[in-house]
T-cell receptor, first 116, second 117 residues
Framework: SAVISQKPSRDICQRGTSLTIQCQVD?????MFWYRQQPGQSLTLIAT?????????ESGFVIDKFPISRPNLTFSTLTVSNMSPEDSSIYLC?????????????FGPGTRLTVL | AQKITQTQPGMFVQEKEAVTLDCTYD???????LFWYKQPSSGEMIFLIY????DEQNATEGRYSLNFQKARKSANLVISASQLGDSAMYFC??????????????WGAGTKLIIKP
């Protein structure tokens, strides 16, 4: 299984500022996913990030608000821009296990973001 | 449209009893996978078990088993001999091939399971 780390693990931010979340994987992976989990809710996919191409955003999420970088096969960042209290969530990155027949995804520990 | 339904927002179960968490799904895909994840209060998502749509036998992983009934489009998670550490949110998810030919997971709303001592 892949080992995934995220930084920061949690943060408290002021309205209008931006936060960049890092996701590091201990092996090379093709696909990385960024999810948002609002309090008491299920996971919502923000975007899929493949190395060497622009991230693909889901409906309701735009690049200006959630810019994503994917500079190599082991690393990605998600920036939450111009934050508002509604952005308070857990942000999770995940990867698809390479060679898996079942498309199993492994998750990082998450970043708990609180926006005041 | 693809959809996962978990009808139990919360459940209380006595320790050592078995518990069944419900999951029904809707999909037009011929091939798909069904997953269960556990999310403790710490927030991490822990993969528990997988069932492929063409798998004839129900998946089992230790105390976890998946009761797969394809005709009914249900994929219930069964936890045998529940333990206090099983208290967590449980999410059912289904793989789906999107328009860009990438697999993504469709998630249910989750069930909060509390094990009583």
């Amino acid at each position: 299984s892949a080992v995934i780390s995220q930084k920061p693990s949690r943060d408290i931010c002021q309205r209008g500022t931006s936060l960049t979340i890092q996701c590091q994987v201990d092996s090379q992976v093709t696909m990385m996913f960024w999810y948002r989990q609002q309090p008491g809710q299920s996971l919502t996919l923000i975007a899929t990030a493949n190395q060497g191409s622009e991230a693909t955003y889901e409906s309701g999420f735009v690049i200006d608000k959630f810019p994503i970088s994917r500079p190599n096969l082991t690393f990605s960042t998600l920036t939450v821009s111009n934050m508002s209290p509604e952005d308070s969530s857990i942000y999770l990155c995940s990867v698809e296990r390479e060679g898996a027949y079942n498309n199993e995804q492994f998750f990082g520990p998450g970043t708990r973001l609180t926006v005041l | 449209a693809q959809k996962i339904t978990q009808t139990q927002p919360g459940m209380f179960v006595q320790e050592k009893e078995a518990v069944t968490l419900d999951c029904t799904y809707d999909t037009s895909d011929q091939s798909y996978g069904l997953f269960w994840y556990k999310q403790p209060s710490s927030g991490e998502m822990i993969f528990l078990i997988y069932q492929g749509s063409y798998d004839e036998q129900n998946a089992t992983e230790g105390r976890y088993s998946l009761n797969f009934q394809k005709a009914r489009k249900s994929a219930n998670l069964v936890i045998s001999a529940s333990q206090l550490g099983d208290s967590a949110m449980y999410f059912c998810a289904m793989s789906h091939l999107d328009m860009d030919s990438n697999y993504q997971l469709i998630w249910g709303a989750g069930t909060k399971l509390i094990i009583k001592p």
